[in-house]
């Protein structure tokens, strides 16, 4: 199932350091990135205490989009949260022509 769309979004950058610092591209590689984003929607995370899911996720697109061919990402939920649909379309913005998701539960 591959899909590609744009959306329109303003998120505050926050200050936030690299866990790993992101490699120059080497011709003939594929720079790979697999990663827990901890997106979990309403209803399964505890939204109440605030999690900084929009900061990370913004925090994680400054610092890592640019530098990796493949991201390979878990908990990116689309149901009852905008945040996947927000970064595929920053993706597509930034290069990426693909993208695969498992179907909704």
Known sequence: HWHAHVVKTSVPRPPIEPLVKPSLPIPGTLRLLTL??????????????????EVRLKGFCDTYLDHYDVLCLQECFSTLNYRKAWFIKLAVKRGFRYFAESPPP
């Open 36 to 53: 827990n984003m901890f997106l979990r929607p309403w209803g399964i995370a505890d939204d109440s205490s605030d999690d900084h899911k």
